[in-house]
């Protein structure tokens, strides 16, 4: 599975819409870009996920580059229960063994 | 309808007992992840497991861990002779099917506690 890079940490103010970045330069053509969250002591929930086309649900948007080297999750309107680490992983192979790295920690900030 | 449930949510042992580890996937899954979360760390894959059988375990340590999915019951993660490295937040998840674009849906997490 390809590697990504996220930044370590990033904070939003409430109510403004909030942009996580994700670096997957090395990503495959047949490899997903999922996005999980986890809040504090409780485990991880799925977002979004894509392959290579711009996906919107209940829960956010995730922007993929044509060139499939990066992607942004975008959380509209941030509310403090957002406050977690955010995830990006890409997968392929059929099944998820995937370790997930540090993430993203968003604080959003009143 | 009911999500993944693992149990217990907190579980401590001395060094040398077992401690088992048990995950209930969402109805109708037949896939279970296991993973482990060590503090400040992110989620490791452990073991993949359908019913009764273990299609991954190349995460799993070699020694005192084993991992079943028995066509009864709950999954199991069970760590023989616990040590206090083993201290961490066990995940599990479960997916209907074997895909890539199938998402996973995790359970609590049981955190393990070695004295």
């Known amino acids: 599975d390809a590697k990504t890079t996220q930044p370590t940490s990033m904070d939003c103010a409430e109510g403004r819409a909030a942009n996580l970045p994700c670096n997957h330069s090395?990503?495959?053509?047949?490899?997903?870009v999922y996005w999980y969250r986890q809040i504090h002591s409780q485990g991880p929930q799925y977002i979004i996920h894509?392959?290579?086309n711009n996906e919107t649900n209940e829960m956010a948007s995730l922007i993929i580059t044509e060139d499939r080297k990066s992607s942004t999750l975008i959380l509209p309107h941030a509310t403090l229960r957002d406050t977690a680490v955010y995830y990006c992983?890409?997968?392929?192979?059929?099944?998820?063994?995937?370790?997930f790295g540090i993430g993203t920690k968003l604080q959003v900030i009143p | 309808n009911a999500g993944v449930m693992q149990n217990p949510r907190h579980l401590v042992r001395r060094r040398g007992q077992e401690a088992r580890l048990r995950c209930s996937p969402m109805?109708?899954?037949?896939?279970v992840y296991w993973y482990r979360q060590l503090p400040e760390e992110g989620l490791k894959f452990m073991v993949y497991?359908?019913?009764?059988?273990?299609?991954?375990e190349s995460g799993m340590p070699k020694e005192r861990f084993s991992a079943e999915f028995p066509k009864e019951g709950p999954s199991i993660l069970r760590i023989q002779q616990v040590v206090r490295g083993d201290s961490a937040a066990y995940f599990c998840?479960?997916?209907?099917?074997?895909?890539?674009?199938?998402?996973?849906?995790f359970g609590s997490g049981t955190q393990l506690s070695v004295l």
């Open positions: 998840a479960s997916s209907h099917r074997y895909a890539t674009n199938e998402k996973l849906f």
């Open positions: 090395t990503i495959s053509g047949n490899e997903y």
């Open positions: 894509g392959l290579k």
């Open positions: 992983i890409v997968l392929s192979g059929g099944y998820q063994k995937v370790t």
């Open positions: 109805k109708g899954h037949s896939h």
């Open positions: 497991l359908q019913k009764e059988n273990i299609i991954d």
